[in-house]
Nanobody
Framework: VQLQACGGGLVQTGGSLGLSCTAS????????VGWFRQAPGKDREFVAA????????YYAESVRGRFTIFRDNAKNTVYLQMISLKPEDTAIYYC?????????????????WGQGTQVTVSS
């Protein structure tokens, strides 16, 4: 399974950005996709996750109400729409896919990772 993350960029505080994560290869082997982020000098942290089939989803408290995760199964793509962005949202954003049928906030649980895309929010 290969994951391609796109859509990062530079935005001002309060602005919006959308990220996409497109899966290819044995996509039927994966059951959920998560977004994580890593800021300089910090650990990678969970952002949001969604199940391919049920659409069940979960958000980190820090982004709930501002970020929306959704998927398009026909395109094998998961999106992360981000609004009301803050400087503390600045990080490299990664998408990851999980072969287990669970929603997990733990990076170690995910089996496949995309290359990451930079999101920078200026103050």
């Amino acid at each position: 399974v290969q994951l391609q993350a796109c859509g990062g960029g530079l935005v001002q505080t309060g602005g919006s950005l959308g990220l996409s994560c497109t899966a290819s290869g044995r996509t039927d082997a994966t059951h959920s996709v998560g977004w994580f982020r890593q800021a300089p000098g910090k650990d990678r942290e969970f952002v949001a996750a969604i199940m391919w089939n049920s659409g069940n989803l979960y958000y980190a408290e820090s982004v709930r109400g501002r970020f929306t995760i959704f998927r398009d199964n026909a395109k094998n793509t998961v999106y992360l729409q981000m609004i009301s962005l803050k400087p503390e949202d600045t990080a490299i954003y990664y998408c990851a896919a999980n072969v287990m049928s669970i929603l997990s906030t733990k990076a170690s649980v995910y089996d496949y990772w995309g290359q990451g895309t930079q999101v920078t929010v200026s103050s």
